[in-house]
């Protein structure tokens, strides 16, 4: 599936409408993974594709969406986010509904950014936005500013505008992790060496996200 504008993932997990909203404000075309055709619906809007195995969407749900628009993918070996993220094409996602309640499903979801790392896609949480680190990165926020980084791989890289500076640290998930960082110059700028790496970023940072990947 290819789309010209950017699109909005919409899961089952927590979500309200003024996350939907507010993606949709920025990425105009709605995708539903799976249950999240439920919530869609209940909210009014009718997803353009519903992808996933169905194993969460009841026969009610489905007769109010075009048989068009359903791709059914039986695999149990991918979650129904991993089937979105490598079956939608788009200059960049949105996910709504991957982040909170469950936390294998958080962890899940963070893990598919990384296997699907060449897919432009944010996360967006009550707190927090996610997304995979391109190997050259660069965004301006506020002195002050949370950012956190936390390595689903080995990987190392190089900073500028963070507190503490990741230069000559060799992360790992389960030895070195960057967390809690602080930027201080308004403008932070990293170049990866190795894929892997999740940047965590407060809520108010989505557009600032948003600007950041696509000129990536």
Known sequence: MQFLKNVTLLGAGQVNKDD???????????VAADGGAKIAVKM???PEFVVGDFDSISSSILKKIPKSAQLRIE??????FEKCLGNVQAPLILGVGFLG???DHQLAALHALVK????????LGKKDVCFHV???????LKSGSRFSLF???????????????????????????GTSNCVVSGKVKLTMEQPGMIAILPRNALKAAVQALGAQ
Do not use: E, V
């Open 20 to 30: 939907i909203d507010l993606a949709m404000s920025i990425a105009p075309t709605l």
């Open 44 to 46: 009014g809007q009718t």
């Open 75 to 80: 695999n149990q070996n991918s979650t129904d």
């Open 101 to 103: 309640r469950r936390l």
């Open 116 to 123: 699907y790392r060449d897919t432009r896609c944010i996360l």
């Open 134 to 140: 391109p190997r050259q990165f660069s965004i301006s």
């Open 151 to 177: 390595p689903f791989a080995p990987t190392s890289g190089r900073s500028t505008g963070l507190q503490w500076p990741i230069d000559g640290l060799a992360f790992q998930p389960h030895q070195k992790i």
